[in-house]
């Protein structure tokens, strides 16, 4: 009896490392303005160098952007402000004027005006 006492005593804290922290992987889509290749490629890199980012697709047609991500490491407004850093607009984010009109001629899209 002592034996396995002193066995589990010993297991205990090999256990303990072996439970890692629990990722929260989300998947989502939201719209994201743009137009083009270069758009796609520029919104999927900037989404890509976001930590916590796991996949990102933008489809040019629809406009939708596809992600998944750890909600441990990053949150969705985040992702959003850091696809507006890129100079494309999202429902939760606005591209800076500076940004936007920073962009390829190719790359400039109608933009909504947010009241």
Same mark, same amino acid.
């Given at each position: ?5 002193? $066995?589990? *005593?010993? $297991?205990? @804290?090999?256990?303990?490392?072996? /439970? #890692?922290?629990? #990722?929260?992987? /989300? ?15 520029? *919104? ?10 796991? $996949?990102?697709?933008?489809?040019? @047609?629809? %406009? /939708? ?14 992702? %959003?402000?850091? *696809?507006?850093?890129?100079? %494309? ?14 962009? @390829? ?11």
């Amino acid at each position: 009896m002592k034996k396995i006492i002193i $066995l589990l *005593i010993a $297991l205990a @804290p090999l256990v303990s490392f072996t /439970q #890692k922290k629990k #990722k929260d992987i /989300q998947k989502t889509s939201f719209e994201v303005a743009g137009v083009c290749g270069m758009c796609k490629s520029r *919104i999927e890199k900037k989404a890509f160098s976001i930590k916590g980012v796991k $996949l990102a697709t933008w489809d040019i @047609p629809s %406009h /939708q952007f596809s992600v998944i991500y750890d909600a441990s490491k990053v949150s969705l407004e985040k992702i %959003h402000e850091g *696809i507006a850093d890129s100079g %494309h607009d999202t429902k939760l984010a606005t591209a800076k004027d500076e940004t936007y009109n920073n962009l @390829p001629m190719c790359c400039l899209y109608d933009r909504i005006v947010k009241e």
